[in-house]
C-alpha cells in the first residue's frame, strides 16, 4: 500500500467514525424497544479499557526509551486493539442508551463539561493520528523502513500525548457521570 492510500483510508475511516459518533449521539437511528442488559455494562468497560490503554501507553513509552522495540510494538498493537474494542463499545452503548446529564447545581458541572469537550475533541482530532502513526510504525519493518522511523516520530510526538489524554480524562469522566447513570 501506498501512502497516499493509506492516507485516503485513514482519512475516510477517521471521517466516517466521526459521523457515527455524531448521528448516535443526535438519536437519528432507530433504538430497539428492548435494550439488552449488556449495554448498561458499557460504559464501566469503556473506562477499564480507558484506563488499561492508559497504562499500556505509559509502558510503551517506557519500552520505547529502553530500546526494546519488540515490546513497545506488542504493546501499542494490544493498545489499539483496545481502544477499537472501545469504540465499538462506547458506539453500541450510545447508540441504545439513553442520555446522562450532569446536575446543572452540580459545582463540579464546570470542570466537567471542561474536561468532557477536551476529551471529544481530542478524540476526535487523534483518530487520524493513531491511524498514521500505527500505519508508519508498522512500515518501519519494510525494506526503506528507515524513512518511516522518522514519520512515526514526527507524528507520535503529537499523537501520544493526545492519546494518553484521552484515555485518561475517559476514566475521569465515568467516574464523574457515574453517579449520576439512572441504572446503577
Not at 119 to 143: C, D, R, T, W
Request: proline share 6%; net charge positive; with cysteine.
Amino acid at each position: 500500500m501506498n501512502d497516499k492510500l493509506a492516507f485516503r483510508i485513514v482519512m475516510t475511516l477517521s471521517v466516517v467514525v466521526f459521523v457515527a459518533v455524531v448521528i448516535l449521539n443526535k438519536k437519528i437511528l432507530p433504538v430497539p424497544e428492548i435494550i439488552p442488559d449488556f449495554v448498561y455494562k458499557l460504559p464501566k468497560l469503556n473506562a477499564l479499557l480507558n484506563g488499561t490503554c492508559s497504562i499500556l501507553l505509559l509502558l510503551s513509552l517506557y519500552m520505547i526509551r529502553q530500546k526494546n522495540i519488540v515490546a513497545h510494538k506488542k504493546l501499542n498493537i494490544i493498545t489499539f486493539c483496545l481502544s477499537a474494542v472501545f469504540l465499538l463499545s462506547y458506539i453500541t452503548y450510545h447508540w441504545m442508551a439513553q442520555e446522562t446529564s450532569f446536575p446543572a447545581n452540580n459545582p463540579l458541572q464546570i470542570p466537567y463539561l471542561a474536561i468532557l469537550i477536551s476529551h471529544i475533541i481530542l478524540a476526535a482530532v487523534v483518530l487520524p493520528m493513531i491511524l498514521l502513526s500505527f500505519y508508519y510504525g508498522l512500515k518501519i519493518q519494510e525494506p526503506n523502513g528507515t524513512l518511516y522511523v522518522q514519520k512515526h516520530k514526527k507524528i507520535v510526538r503529537w499523537s501520544y500525548p493526545i492519546w494518553l489524554y484521552v484515555t485518561i480524562t475517559g476514566v475521569i469522566v465515568y467516574v464523574m457521570i457515574s453517579p449520576y447513570y439512572s441504572f446503577n
